[in-house]
């Protein structure tokens, strides 16, 4: 059984089949079958009206955390990528040979083979490497960063992501729920996304976030269920209109109260 950071990857890069697709969002999403929340209000009765209307209701508090994503968060466009990454390690790599060799030289000098300018050569050599490692020394002289001042990023972009997405995803988990609006966007359908909504489902979606990819994939699933909420945002407005207009006060909604 594939584990869950390779489940969330392969969800990243392969798309899948639409059949797939089709049948994990109908397994997973909570009333799968149609409830008729995409069709015109002026063609039911006050009854079925007002069903249509609290269901519409009920997508909205279910999935209004979406309104809370904080974009650039989990854009993570800051991210060090791997070019940079790869030459900081190069530069890390470098320095540490420089002072094995310089250490090298001096310790030579215990043998009493080699002459004392260079030892001396050889331990200067060894200090003035050592300091340029010295984070407030490397400063004065680049602006580039480390190869551990990049690691300590990617960790504190990745914990900051967790985070927030820990806080979108709540006790109930979010994105699992905002499936119900498939009706609304049909990209929400994707099978790509059948991981994430499978991990939001058993509260475990944020600590399964090990990789910027699963982040980002998380990020435009809501931003499709994002759309999807102002589709139903304006259904479910233009539904109690309607049923104000026809008269049918049984079948108004009032919204959910956020605070």
Known sequence: M??????????AVNAGGQAVAKAEADRIRPGAESDGTNAPIDDTGPEHA????RTLRLMLRQCDRVLLMDFELLAMSDW????????ARRGRDLWVFSALVAAIIFLSGLTGFVPAWVIGGGFG????????GIPVVRRIYTSEPSYLDLLMKRQRMMRDARKHVSHLEGKEGLIWQCARM?????ALKNARFSSLLRLSEQKALSRALSRREHVRL???????????FSQVQAAFFEGNQTAIDRGWQKAVAEPEDRT
């Open 2 to 11: 594939a584990s869950v950071p390779d489940a969330l990857s392969k969800g």
């Open 50 to 53: 007002g069903s249509r209307q």
């Open 80 to 87: 060090p990528d791997n070019f940079t990454v790869a030459s």
């Open 125 to 132: 050599a060894f200090v003035i490497i050592l300091l340029l």
């Open 182 to 186: 498939t009706d609304f966007n049909p």
């Open 218 to 228: 998380y990020l435009i699933y809501l931003l499709e269920a994002e759309k999807a």
